[in-house]
Every structure is written in structure tokens, then in C-alpha cells.
């Protein structure tokens, strides 16, 4: 009896261990929260106390589904001014359109345009803030435009000596870097620092990168200071919780952004004006394929697309699993256009080139190059470019 009571004891401590072992593995193995930047008040909020605050943000600007702009007004901030990117302050215009000045309605702050005539906000208007704070979504791609008006109010902020104060949060593609560092001559609005298509960087880090290795006009620097993402590094995926701009409405939009952008300089369809834009590519012959959908008018994403009301004939790829730099897509369908419309994909090369930061890209397409040439064409570059980032990152690979 007694040996049956001792054996019946050991029974329930071995498993009360290996339930204990199995709670310690599943509590240690369960990832921490990512706490953005713009989520750590306590952080910052000393920063702007008693300041006249400009804002560069918009509609991701958002501290657990509220808006920056409200909750530093319910904290007593003095907000000054907003100043409003490609999209708009709300994130609901064209890529493109024009930005108007006005008043937020919710707010009553005064919002100044930066993306339209003026890039850069005027001596005058910096002259009545004492810091500009920056909280904008980007997705890790040179010509999204957020990263340029961001180097233009940097560059605005060292000429007046006002204070730049970021607010960091993830790289949904930060897990990549490739594609050809840009080459000056083809510098422009979606192309204005020495970086590949995918940098590997947050927000703060290219801050950090543009003041440290003097890109901003005149060699300025200004005085930045960036508020950390908790418990980020580049390896992990994102989902964000926002959308970044109207034709990138999902994850798997992020993902396929840096590789369909090529088709903004073709007459072909990447779904702008559908429900899955930069999720689909299409044309107007029904040799294509099978899959098909038509352009509409969508107001405050795509008033006007490519082929609007025409069937488009083409790739569904709203389940593929596949990020980075895919040149396969733009390759392939040069290789379609050349057999069925006897002449190149590519009918925008002006435009090819600054979405590529280079020309060898396009020439190397038309020249019918493989993918593993063209990418060769970059490799050199593209080292260089990780030595350097090394000196700016702020989280681990």
C-alpha cells in the first residue's frame, strides 16, 4: 500500500513540473510588445511642456487609436501648427494631389501644406514654433515621399535653429535591404538620399543617417533627437495598425510596394482604383491570363487610374508570401510587351529612372539582362551602403 501511495506521489509531481516547464517555456517564448515612439509619453511630453509645437504628422500618427494632435492637446500642449505630407494631414488625397492649407476641424490647429508648390515649410512659419515634432508611418522605401519631407523639415528646422524631435516607430520591410543605391544625378522628390530602394531603416534612423553624414543643405545639422522603439528590432514583422496612404490599405501591399512601384512608369494596372491596389497587375489583352478586374474612379485614392473602366487581364497576387526586391514581375512583363506589342513595358523612362535612383536599371531591362545581372549591377553599392548603416541603426538585424 505504502509503495502504491509513494508511486501515485511521484506520478503528480512529474507532471506538475513538466506543466510548470511548459508555463516557463510559453511565458519566455511569447514576444514583448512593440511600444511605438509616439506611445511613450512620458518620454517626450517635458520636451513640448510650455513650447509653441509644429507637428509633421498625419493620419498614422496615433497613440493606441488616437490621434497624436488629440491627445497632446488633452495633455495641455501648446500646438502651434501642422504641417501636412504627400496624402494630407488626414491621409485621404490622391498620391500626387496637391495639399491644401486650411484648419483641422477637430483641433482648430492651422495646417500648412508641404507637399504641392512648397516642399519645404517658409522661414516665417518656423520662426513661431520652439520644436517640430515628426510621427509619420513609413514602409521602408525610398520614393515613399514621407522621408523626403521629412529631410525638407529637417532641413527647414537647422537653417531656423528650432529643435526636431522624432518619434520612431517599426519598418514594416526593415528586414530588407537591396537595390541600387541612388545615384545623384537622378536625385528628386522620391529619390534624395545615397540609399537602396529597401534601406533597412527606421524613420529615426535615416534622421540620424541625414544629420550625421551632412545631407541636408549647406551641410547643416540640426538639433534631433529621436525617441526609440521598445522592443523592435529589424527582423520582426510589422502589421501596422493604420494605413500609411490610401493605395496601400494592407500587409500584403506594404510587402509588394517596393517591387510593383517599377509599374508606375508603364501603361500597366497595379490595382489603383480597385479594392487590392498594389496587389494585382494587369493589361488590356486578354492573352494575359485569366484573372481579371477594372479600374474605377475612388475618391481620395484614385480619382483618375490607369485604365479606368477597361478589364484588365493579368496576376492575382493578393496570397503571395514573398517580400524584398522582386524584379521578376517587372522583367516578365517587359518580356510580354515585347512579343505581343512590339515594344518595351517601360513607356515612362524619365520616370523609370527616379523611382530607380539610376538608369542602369531600365537599360539593363530593355537590354533583356537577367535578374541575377541586374542585380550584380548594384551588389558594389549596396555594400558600401550596409557599412554605413552600421554606424546608425539604432536596433539589431
Request: proline share 5%; hydrophobic share 35%.
Given at each position: 500500500?505504502?509503495?502504491?501511495?509513494?508511486?501515485?506521489?511521484?506520478?503528480?509531481?512529474?507532471?506538475?513540473?513538466?506543466?510548470?516547464?511548459?508555463?516557463?517555456?510559453?511565458?519566455?517564448?511569447?514576444?514583448?510588445?512593440?511600444?511605438?515612439?509616439?506611445?511613450?509619453?512620458?518620454?517626450?511630453?517635458?520636451?513640448?511642456?510650455?513650447?509653441?509645437?509644429?507637428?509633421?504628422?498625419?493620419?498614422?500618427?496615433?497613440?493606441?487609436?488616437?490621434?497624436?494632435?488629440?491627445?497632446?492637446?488633452?495633455?495641455?500642449?501648446?500646438?502651434?501648427?501642422?504641417?501636412?505630407?504627400?496624402?494630407?494631414?488626414?491621409?485621404?488625397?490622391?498620391?500626387?494631389?496637391?495639399?491644401?492649407?486650411?484648419?483641422?476641424?477637430?483641433?482648430?490647429?492651422?495646417?500648412?501644406?508641404?507637399?504641392?508648390?512648397?516642399?519645404?515649410?517658409?522661414?516665417?512659419?518656423?520662426?513661431?514654433?520652439?520644436?517640430?515634432?515628426?510621427?509619420?508611418?513609413?514602409?521602408?522605401?525610398?520614393?515613399?515621399?514621407?522621408?523626403?519631407?521629412?529631410?525638407?523639415?529637417?532641413?527647414?528646422?537647422?537653417?531656423?535653429?528650432?529643435?526636431?524631435?522624432?518619434?520612431?516607430?517599426?519598418?514594416?520591410?526593415?528586414?530588407?535591404?537591396?537595390?541600387?543605391?541612388?545615384?545623384?544625378?537622378?536625385?528628386?522628390?522620391?529619390?534624395?538620399?545615397?540609399?537602396?530602394?529597401?534601406?533597412?531603416?527606421?524613420?529615426?534612423?535615416?534622421?540620424?543617417?541625414?544629420?550625421?553624414?551632412?545631407?541636408?543643405?549647406?551641410?547643416?545639422?540640426?538639433?534631433?533627437?529621436?525617441?526609440?522603439?521598445?522592443?523592435?528590432?529589424?527582423?520582426?514583422?510589422?502589421?501596422?495598425?493604420?494605413?500609411?496612404?490610401?493605395?496601400?490599405?494592407?500587409?500584403?501591399?506594404?510587402?509588394?510596394?517596393?517591387?510593383?512601384?517599377?509599374?508606375?512608369?508603364?501603361?500597366?494596372?497595379?490595382?489603383?482604383?480597385?479594392?487590392?491596389?498594389?496587389?494585382?497587375?494587369?493589361?488590356?489583352?486578354?492573352?494575359?491570363?485569366?484573372?481579371?478586374?477594372?479600374?474605377?474612379?475612388?475618391?481620395?485614392?484614385?480619382?483618375?487610374?490607369?485604365?479606368?473602366?477597361?478589364?484588365?487581364?493579368?496576376?492575382?497576387?493578393?496570397?503571395?508570401?514573398?517580400g524584398g526586391l522582386d524584379l521578376s514581375y517587372i522583367v516578365d512583363w517587359n518580356k510580354k510587351f515585347l512579343s505581343m506589342e512590339q515594344k518595351s513595358v517601360i513607356s515612362k523612362e524619365k520616370w523609370m529612372d527616379l523611382l530607380c535612383g539610376t538608369d542602369q536599371v531600365r537599360v539593363m531591362i530593355n537590354e533583356g539582362k537577367s535578374i541575377?545581372?541586374?542585380?550584380?549591377?548594384?551588389?558594389?553599392?549596396?555594400?558600401?551602403?550596409?557599412?554605413?548603416?552600421?554606424?546608425?541603426?539604432?536596433?539589431?538585424?
Open positions: 500500500m505504502k509503495k502504491s501511495i509513494y508511486l501515485i506521489f511521484m506520478m503528480i509531481s512529474l507532471f506538475s513540473c513538466e506543466v510548470s516547464s511548459s508555463d516557463k517555456k510559453e511565458i519566455k517564448e511569447k514576444p514583448l510588445e512593440i511600444i511605438t515612439g509616439a506611445q511613450q509619453l512620458s518620454e517626450y511630453i517635458d520636451l513640448l511642456k510650455g513650447k509653441k509645437v509644429g507637428l509633421l504628422v498625419n493620419q498614422t500618427s496615433q497613440i493606441d487609436g488616437i490621434h497624436l494632435v488629440d491627445s497632446l492637446q488633452n495633455l495641455g500642449v501648446h500646438l502651434e501648427m501642422i504641417f501636412a505630407p504627400e496624402h494630407g494631414f488626414r491621409g485621404n488625397a490622391d498620391a500626387g494631389a496637391h495639399v491644401k492649407d486650411g484648419i483641422d476641424q477637430k483641433s482648430g490647429v492651422k495646417i500648412f501644406s508641404i507637399y504641392g508648390k512648397n516642399k519645404r515649410p517658409a522661414p516665417e512659419l518656423l520662426q513661431q514654433v520652439d520644436i517640430v515634432l515628426f510621427d509619420i508611418q513609413d514602409v521602408g522605401c525610398r520614393f515613399y515621399t514621407y522621408i523626403s519631407s521629412m529631410h525638407y523639415m529637417m532641413e527647414a528646422c537647422a537653417e531656423a535653429n528650432v529643435p526636431f524631435l522624432v518619434l520612431d516607430r517599426p519598418n514594416p520591410n526593415g528586414m530588407y535591404i537591396d537595390g541600387p543605391v541612388l545615384n545623384e544625378k537622378f536625385k528628386s522628390f522620391v529619390g534624395m538620399h545615397k540609399i537602396p530602394i529597401l534601406h533597412g531603416l527606421t524613420v529615426g534612423e535615416l534622421a540620424k543617417m541625414i544629420n550625421g553624414e551632412k545631407w541636408l543643405r549647406g551641410e547643416r545639422t540640426c538639433d534631433l533627437t529621436v525617441i526609440k522603439v521598445k522592443n523592435y528590432d529589424h527582423s520582426m514583422a510589422y502589421s501596422l495598425p493604420v494605413k500609411p496612404s490610401p493605395n496601400l490599405p494592407n500587409d500584403q501591399s506594404i510587402l509588394l510596394y517596393p517591387s510593383l512601384c517599377f509599374f508606375e512608369a508603364t501603361p500597366v494596372s497595379i490595382g489603383r482604383g480597385t479594392d487590392f491596389p498594389f496587389q494585382v497587375i494587369g493589361y488590356t489583352n486578354e492573352k494575359l491570363g485569366e484573372f481579371t478586374f477594372t479600374p474605377r474612379s475612388i475618391k481620395g485614392a484614385a480619382t483618375n487610374p490607369v485604365l479606368k473602366g477597361e478589364e484588365c487581364f493579368g496576376q492575382d497576387l493578393r496570397t503571395i508570401k514573398k541575377e545581372e541586374i542585380k550584380l549591377s548594384w551588389i558594389e553599392e549596396l555594400d558600401i551602403y550596409k557599412t554605413l548603416r552600421e554606424k546608425y541603426i539604432l536596433y539589431h538585424d
